[in-house]
Nanobody, 126 residues
């Protein structure tokens, strides 16, 4: 059974950077494609990034493209979300999720069968 644990959240000022980590336990994380989602109070969950099993393909949401990148470290069994030029609207709880598909399609992602972490809070002040 795969267990996911996020880390790296915190409070930064407008324009700052943070690097989030999603660590896998109980199984190899490269057996799964990994998504990063975020959810702010009163707003719907938003997918921000996905990385394929091999790490060779990524999918970045339009809202963060050019500022966020996603990468995989097989040796550490982690997936990172590097967030640069952060804006107050990026404030949210960031959660990673993993599933066995390998198309990095938000439309095909099945939240009910995926493995989920608990999230890490990111707060960006203006």
């Amino acid at each position: 059974q795969l267990r996911l644990v996020e880390s790296g959240g915190g409070s930064v000022q407008n324009g700052g950077s943070l690097k989030l980590q999603c660590a896998g336990f109980g199984n190899r994380l490269d057996y799964y494609e990994v998504f990063w989602f975020r959810q702010a109070p009163g707003r719907e969950r938003e997918a921000v990034a996905c990385i394929s099993k091999s790490g060779g393909s990524t999918n970045i949401a339009d809202s963060v493209r050019g500022r966020f990148t996603v990468s995989r470290d097989v040796a550490d069994n982690t997936v990172a979300l590097q967030m640069d030029n952060l804006k107050p609207e990026d404030t949210a709880n960031y959660v990673c999720a993993a599933d066995l598909s390998d198309v990095c399609s938000y439309a095909n992602f099945d939240a009910a069968t995926a493995f989920w972490g608990r999230g890490t809070q990111v707060t960006v002040s203006s």
